[in-house]
């Protein structure tokens, strides 16, 4: 049951209405002075927080909130003296600093009194959004209680509601070195940032003109593709996409067979390495135009072409935007196929996985001869990339991120005299797929773990 509650709002508007109805359930209303001018306008009669305080505002009314008496209210456990004048309900509502970007927007007390009652949330209802009145004041009137698991939702709200406003202050405050300002983003109508989540923007970008959205985009991609061997390798990226990737005893060598996979696709691409490039390097890259190099330090040398060092590039989630939030998960990092596997085989499982789904790899010799993603359809993924392949898929290694679910994909293979098939178990037709394998003599090797990215 709820008997007492706590007031501090920005947007006062609507907020009588849930102080009536609390105040006709009995519950006993502070709240700090503004809010309570406007509720007793309203016909609330509340309670000024300062009667718990000792004082009204200070600091030119900085400080309403921050004090011993009201957060020993909030944080209190059954077995504290506390418990018995605890705060049942806190609603809260921040000053709105998106808006203003002004730094007296910027809530001290209202995030503090946010997170201390969410973390109490057991013993205290939080309420920092106005949709949540009728919430409140409807499971009041159905039940007269607020079930636990409703006031572990109304925590997360007011845990991810701080989470927001802090970004927002963070980005406001970040010192140049924090954020970088782009051209624009993907396209020349929309505005463009890189947003560092370290102290510093996590690489050192050397160009005659501003670095773009799309150049870290991809020379992300194409790093932690490279990143994945300890050889020597090196990949082009075209708009998130691999085009070529190799690996060889040096940087030009690789460098070489990866152009050739798709040269035409290449033009105007981003390549990166994992090792460090000599002059012999740059010189073969000098006749072809790139739009940027990744490497992993600065040559001793100077060449004329636009490149970027990553400095950090670990990240422990992988983020994607959709509807009105975000998708977390962990990066795909992991790599199940043994090492006793020739290189060919490690090299194609290794590479599939950083193209879009469905995504095919044919390699042969040490490099992709063939690459396609994005396909809604697992045997477009395969005809692509074999026709692309052509005649130099005859005896290499085809991987696929996800299972085949009928024998065709195999037959396509066998046609361009594929000699080795990697895929995922997992579909009802795994025994099948696997006999017509075995009867068109290829090598049809089933891993645990896929690779899909969207």
């Not at 077995?79 to 709105?96: N, W």
């Not at 973390?119 to 205290?124: A, G």
């Not at 463009?192 to 501003?210: Q, T």
């Not at 998130?240 to 690996?247: M, R, Y």
């Amino acid at each position: 049951m709820l008997k007492r509650g706590l007031f501090a709002l920005s947007d006062k508007t609507g907020s009588e209405n849930l102080a009536k109805f609390l105040l006709a359930k009995g519950v006993e209303i502070y709240a700090t002075d503004g809010t309570a001018s406007y509720l007793e306008s309203k016909g609330a009669k509340v309670k000024r927080l300062s009667l718990l305080t000792g004082f009204s505002n200070k600091c030119g009314g900085r400080v309403k909130t921050l004090n011993e008496e009201i957060f020993a209210r909030i944080l209190c456990r059954p077995e504290d003296p506390e418990f018995k004048e605890k705060f049942d309900i806190v609603v809260v509502d921040l000053y709105p600093f998106k808006k203003s970007k002004n730094v007296e927007n910027i809530d001290i007390g209202g995030v503090s009194l946010l997170r201390a009652a969410a973390k109490n949330y057991e013993h205290v209802v939080v309420v920092c959004e106005k949709e949540d009145y009728a919430f409140i004041m409807n499971s009041l009137k159905d039940n007269g209680e607020i079930s636990l698991e409703e006031r572990r939702f109304l925590a997360f709200k007011a845990f991810r509601k701080t989470m927001l406003y802090d970004f927002e202050i963070s980005f406001w405050l970040s010192p140049p070195e924090g954020v970088l300002q782009l051209r624009y983003g993907e396209n020349p109508h929309q505005r463009g940032f890189f947003y560092s989540l370290a102290d510093r923007i996590p690489f050192r970008y050397y160009g005659d003109k501003p670095i773009s959205f799309n150049n870290i985009l991809d020379a992300y991609r194409a790093w932690i593709l490279v990143k994945e061997f300890k050889d020597p390798a090196c990949a082009i990226i075209k708009h998130a996409a691999p085009c070529g990737v190799a690996v060889s005893k040096t940087p030009e060598e690789a460098f070489l067979k990866a152009f050739e996979c798709d040269s035409l696709s290449a033009y105007g691409g981003i390549v990166a390495f994992n090792t460090p490039i000599t002059e012999d390097t740059i010189a073969l890259m000098e006749k072809r135009f790139f739009d940027l190099i990744v490497i992993p330090e600065r040559p001793a040398f100077e060449f004329k072409k636009r490149f970027l060092i990553p400095e950090k590039w670990d990240v422990e989630w992988d983020l994607k935007v959709a509807f009105a939030g975000f998708l977390l998960q962990n990066p795909d990092d992991t790599f199940l196929l043994s090492e006793e596997f020739d290189r060919d085989s490690i090299l194609a499982f290794k590479v599939v996985k950083h193209l879009y789904s469905n995504a095919i790899a044919v390699v042969k010799d040490g490099a992709t001869v063939g690459l396609c993603g994005g396909q809604p359809s697992r045997i477009y993924a395969v005809r692509i990339a074999l026709e692309r392949a052509g005649e130099r898929a005859k005896g290499g290694v085809l991987a696929s991120d996800g299972f085949f679910p009928f024998p065709d994909s195999i037959e396509q293979a066998y046609q361009y005299g594929i000699k080795r098939v990697i895929a995922p178990k997992g579909s009802k037709r795994d025994e099948e797929v696997k006999k017509r394998a075995d009867e068109l003599g290829i090598e049809l090797v089933f891993v645990e773990e896929r690779h899909f990215r969207h």
